[in-house]
């Protein structure tokens, strides 16, 4: 396959090079040749999505495929029929915990995951409502399932507070897989990071803020976009993301710009091992730490990126300076969802009532 980035990749043949040829006037080795191009362009696309975004895409294409072969159908009838038959075959399906069905948001996901994957990969040209039958069949479940009483998958991450770090710090020891943990844990919070963009962060991305006011984060991998964020000192040390950073930093001995900020530790806690940690280490690290210290709730790799939504709202910060922080959209659903638990304590009706 032709490869882009290789010198003199398009090798457009004989003397028709340069020539002011109308496309349907291309000859069999011309179209041939930029139909190559045309897959190396796509395979280059493909290539540089996010791992995350490729893995997940990749996990709905295989449901698709088990779908399409258990009733028997074409594996690219991508139609709105064959859409809402998945969604019910899917609402039937295990979640990701022993004893529960899928959540709603993961087979709305796989809708997704199965007309950008048909549209991307195999070509076929569908109509942008497509999946909008599926979607309204779905919704009709949600509201039944809500009806009754029910809930499905594992439910949304709890947010991990800010007294719940205070716990956890104080809970931990004084070894070097502490202090990469507790930094981790505050880091994650302060730039409301998802797994993979706490995973991929190196040592080069974290830099001290000229003026002595905090961190510069420099995110660059994740799937929505790239963003900076400033990380300021927090008043308690032992949960201040600026000062576990250089801590852990210090102890780890960390020096080559290119390594990963948050490297892996063997097993005794004691000795750095080469290599950074995978976006489901991150979040097996969170969940441990709330096992550390007792915690009621169960964290996962999500809890700190709502906590920062929780406790900036609760602490009357603006949601544009929240949204920038987290790479949120502005007015995003999931963010303004997360701002509900202290709305409905700021803005109650029993407020000054008797």
């Not at 809970?171 to 505050?186: V, Y």
């Not at 040592?203 to 963003?227: A, H, M, N, Q």
Request: aromatic share 6%; with cysteine; charged share 30%.
């Amino acid at each position: 396959m032709t490869n882009l980035h290789e010198p003199g990749a398009i090798p457009v043949p004989g003397p028709r090079a340069g020539a002011l040829v109308q496309p349907e006037e291309f000859d069999a080795e011309t179209r041939a040749v930029l139909d190559r191009v045309g897959l190396a362009a796509e395979q280059v696309v493909r290539d540089k999505r996010p791992e995350n975004t490729r893995k997940s895409y990749g996990t709905d294409w295989t449901a698709w495929e088990r779908f399409t072969r258990e009733k028997n159908l074409p594996v690219l009838a991508v139609e709105p029929g064959t859409l809402t038959a998945f969604v019910h075959w899917l609402w039937e399906q295990p979640g990701k915990k022993a004893g529960t069905l899928m959540a709603p948001n993961t087979i709305d996901r796989r809708i997704s995951g199965v007309v950008v994957t048909a549209r991307k990969d195999h070509h076929l040209k569908l109509d942008p409502d497509v999946g909008a039958l599926a979607r309204e069949l779905l919704k009709a479940l949600v509201k039944e399932m809500e009806q009754a009483g029910q809930q499905r998958g594992t439910g949304p991450a709890p947010a991990l507070r800010i007294r719940h770090m205070k716990r956890i710090s104080r809970a931990l020891p004084g070894t070097l897989a502490a202090l990469r943990d507790r930094s981790l844990m505050t880091l994650h919070f302060a730039i409301a990071g998802r797994e993979h963009e706490v995973a991929y962060l190196r040592l080069r991305d974290i830099t001290e803020d000229p003026e002595g006011r905090g961190l510069i984060v420099d995110i660059r991998v994740s799937k929505v976009k790239p963003r900076t964020v400033k990380v300021l000192y927090l008043q308690d040390p032992a949960i201040c993301p600026v000062r576990c950073w250089w801590k852990w930093v210090e102890a780890a001995g960390l020096e080559d710009p290119d390594d990963f900020a948050f490297r892996r530790i063997h097993s005794k806690g004691t000795t750095l091992l080469p290599g950074g940690l995978s976006p489901e280490a991150v979040g097996d690290v969170i969940t441990r730490l709330g096992e550390t210290a007792g915690l009621e709730i169960r964290p996962t790799g999500h809890s700190p990126r709502r906590a920062l939504a929780s406790e900036g709202k609760k602490a009357g910060n603006d949601r544009s300076a929240i949204a920038r922080q987290g790479g949120w959209a502005p007015n995003s659903r999931a963010m303004e969802g997360y701002f509900e638990e202290e709305d409905g304590w700021e803005e109650n009706a029993l407020s000054g009532v008797g």
